[in-house]
């Protein structure tokens, strides 16, 4: 049973949410070889305020 965890900042909608579960799953049955209800997604959406890189918040890179 794959489990897929996508981490990402928040602010998508819900619309790009089905289109992004839609496609990953349909990735997953491709590759692993197993059928849609066997796959679930987790998203994980933070603030970018909580992620940094090189040493500077998310927020002040842009």
């Not at 897929?4 to 070889?33: F, H, M, P, S």
């Given at each position: ?15 790009q ?25 987790h ?20």
């Amino acid at each position: 049973m794959p489990l897929v965890i996508i981490e990402a900042d928040e602010g998508r909608t819900i619309e790009q949410k089905r289109g992004l579960v839609k496609d990953v799953t349909e990735a997953v049955c491709k590759n692993y070889n197993v059928k849609p209800e066997s796959v679930s997604i987790h998203i994980h959406e933070g603030k970018k305020e909580n992620r940094a890189k090189a040493g500077k918040l998310a927020i002040d890179l842009g």
